[in-house]
């Protein structure tokens, strides 16, 4: 069972005139949900045992009319403290373990999820980002990590591993150095003198929440900035972990945004409704499948099926979910599947034995895979992997939609009633392996005995591997010039086919630079590991932010080689529209990764070019 501490003890000085009349927690992300109302939702998902909230005398009236059934409300008896001081006053009204929040921090609830499930005993967990933009990395408390354990923390060392996100997981050790960090600077100590503490005797490690959405609201312009992402938070968290991955990647990246639009006009839209015009159009699919009409009846399914996502979704944002509202939403979704494979099998036209027993078949398999799904949960097995396996019902009907596009129904049927088989057996081998208690030999972490030391540096061995591995590129390379004169002009012919010399000679100098610049990438991975230390130094920047730099850097470069090679030496054998349609292709790829890689640079020196455009505007105006 888990303990909260909220600290809320701030002034929120950098607020200006916006926090004189109010906590900055209780500042609204949208009409009628404050800062504080969405942490406190995220953290009673998690159904702490007691939350705690530490704040100062002339806010408790605030908290108390707010949230005042929800939490143990704690003042400060001090006007100047630090925030670890809030955690100290709280230490005796809780138990172990405790999570410590930041009352202007808003975060998705999968960071606490991770935190909370995150198996060790070192008496402090954090939650780290590795891709902070540049701005938030010089505020926030950096991390120092060596093998993934933090080893310092602190907002004057560089932001080469990551920064923390205002979520921190506590164990029974903790409490020693909260009060020793106390004992040796009173209320000015702050949560990164405990965690320094703990990090010298290695008590400190770290969840990787690099990816997710968080904000720490210091000023007007962060607060609107937590505005947009308050929205994204909200989508990001309709998304279920155990969707497939039709559902994933295509059904809810549209089916969130129509909850969301109907959210935010405070459509008071009854999710029973949602589901019943989802059931309708799966009906009406099924009838124009049997009359022949193929496509009106696939899109209407694969709409069904977006629609179909939009119920649970409205009923959760709007706080109206209920397990009888899934219950029907269950037994509609079956009948719908059963009348699907119904307008499948008539569409075929004949109805013999072998059909017959697909259409059995593929109707049987979808109960079970539904069946399978409520039986695994029931034992508390992950789905994550199994649900990658294309059988689940956005899966199932994204085939039928595909299949009725392209006319081919059967397809559809042969596909409903085998691919489902092998995944009930992968469930039953997961229960049986959930349910048998079987380990696996842990292997240590650690070099081989007796460990020996190497002559040359690292650095050495890199840069002469990789001077090595260029000379003989170049090398070959030249051989290849060299014999083009006498090879240029020669064609080999095997019956309809002809391959010229200068094809050849191309061919080649491509295979010349994909062996040698592979194994080229190796060390000059490590020279760049070597020169990022510099780089993200000076730079302000993570070790993450500029790896994906360099990878973006390192696509792009690839692309407009292969652009370059691959279409020229792929037209003697794809014909000239496959030509044109790969080289189409090579060049939307390097557009994608040009435009990442400037978003990326934008999104991590903003506010660098912030300032630049000021003070041009200043210079301009002045």
Known sequence: MMFAIICAGGLASRMGKYSSNSPKSLFELEPGITILDHVLERIESAKPQKIVLVTRPEFRDSFERR?????????????????LYSVYLALNRVGNPFLIAMSDHIFESSMLMDLISHKSDRAFTVCLDRNPSRSEAMEGLKLHLIDEKVIKAGKDITPRYGIDTGLILCREKARGYIEEAIRAKGPEARISDALNLAASDGEVDCVDVTGRLWKDIDTPEDLVKARRIYWEIL?????????????????????????????????????????????????????????????????LAQLASILDGVDGEVARLFRRASGWGGFIDAILDR??????????????????????????????NSILVSYVAHGLKSLNVNL???????????????????????????????????????????????????????????????????????????????????????????????????????????????????????????????????????????????????????????????????????????????????????????????????????????????????????????????????????????????
């Open 384 to 622: 994550g992997k199994l649900r990658m396996m294309p059988v689940t019902r956005d899966a199932r009907i994204f085939v039928i939609f595909l299949s009725c596009i392209f006319s081919v129904p059967i397809a559809a049927l042969l596909y409903i009633s085998t691919l489902p088989i092998p995944y009930s057996l992968a469930s039953i081998y997961i229960a049986y392996k959930s349910g048998s208690g079987a380990e696996g030999k842990i292997l240590e972490k650690r070099k081989p005995f007796p460990e020996v030391s190497e002559e040359q540096s690292e650095v050495v061995k890199l840069i002469r591997e990789f001077l090595l591995n260029s000379f003989k590129m170049g090398f070959a390379l030249l051989l290849v010039r060299l014999i083009s004169p006498s090879v240029s002009d020669l064609t080999i012919s095997m019956q309809d086919l002809s391959i010229e010399g200068g094809f050849l000679l191309t061919l080649l100098d491509f295979l010349i630079i994909i062996y040698f610049g592979h194994k080229m990438l190796n060390p000059l991975k490590g020279i760049m590991d070597l020169i990022s230390e510099l780089i993200v130094e000076r730079a302000g920047i993570t070790k993450t932010v500029f790896w994906r730099m360099i990878t973006d850097l390192f696509y792009t470069i690839l692309l407009a080689v292969l652009w370059t090679y691959l279409p020229s030496l792929s037209r003697p054998f794809l014909g000239d529209w496959a030509y044109r349609i790969l080289s189409i292709a090579i060049i939307i790829f390097l557009i994608i990764f040009i435009y990442d890689l400037i978003n990326l640079i934008y999104m991590t020196f903003e506010d660098v070019y912030v300032k630049i455009i000021d003070k041009i505007a200043g210079r301009l105006s002045g």
């Open 67 to 83: 949230v005042g059934g929800r939490v143990e409300i704690i003042e400060a008896d001090l006007d100047e403290f630090e925030n």
């Open 235 to 299: 989508r990001r968290e309709l998304i279920k972990k155990d969707d497939g991955i039709i559902s994933r990647y295509l059904n809810r990246p549209i089916s969130t945004r129509i909850s969301l639009a109907i959210y935010k006009r405070r459509m008071r839209v009854n999710p029973m409704l949602i589901s019943a015009i989802s059931f309708i159009l799966c009906l009406i699919s099924a009838i124009s499948l049997s009359n022949g009409m193929l496509i009106l009846g696939g899109l």
């Open 335 to 364: 009948i719908a599947d059963v009348a699907l494979i119904s307008g499948l099998t008539l569409s075929l036209g004949i109805l013999d034995r072998s059909i017959l027993i697909l259409a059995i078949m593929a109707s049987a």
